[in-house]
């Protein structure tokens, strides 16, 4: 039993599979939105409530595993890795200690949403989450990314840095 399972629903359902759910219902109700909105409006208005869903998400799935801010942080970033793995290529730059320094070199989350012309949906419902997960490490972990495929750079830029122990 997975650490993600009450998010995932179906442990059998791949993340990709999901996500692809997730937008046959969010992409015509945004749609919906603007048009009775505004761009502006609607996009504001479905990015807080995605952002506080994720980061209330994230925050009650650490809050049921057991350890140090760092170690729930790593339980979940396995699962998330193991989980979206099958759909993201990556090559690890830097894992010791101190840092995690990861590249996403192809992300089909964002092949995806840019194929619906909604890479800004794909960023809140996929990239936005990494700093969700990141927060559960609490002030043991951080991450910044300064680029994202889902914003049509080349890769998406994962930098973590671990607090000493």
């Known amino acids: 039993m997975s650490v993600l399972d009450d998010y995932l629903v179906d442990p059998n359902l791949s993340l990709l599979d999901k996500t692809r759910i997730q937008a046959q219902v969010l992409v015509p109700v945004l749609r919906a939105l603007r048009s009775e909105l505004g761009k502006d409006k609607a996009d504001a208005i479905v990015k807080q409530a995605l952002r506080d869903w994720s980061k209330q998400l994230f925050a009650a799935i650490g809050d049921g595993i057991a350890g140090s801010p760092r170690k729930k942080w790593a339980a979940i970033q396995a ?72 914003q049509g750079a080349p890769s998406c830029t994962f930098r973590y840095r671990f607090a000493p122990r």
């Open 79 to 150: 699962v998330f890795g193991e989980i979206s793995g099958r759909d993201v290529e990556v090559e690890i730059l830097r894992h010791d200690n101190e840092a995690l320094d990861i590249d996403v070199t192809r992300c089909r989350f964002a092949e995806f949403f840019r194929a619906l012309g909604e890479p800004e949906l794909g960023a809140l419902l996929i990239c936005e989450a990494d700093f969700d997960i990141a927060a559960t490490g609490g002030s043991e972990v951080s991450l910044t990314r300064e680029q994202t495929i889902m």
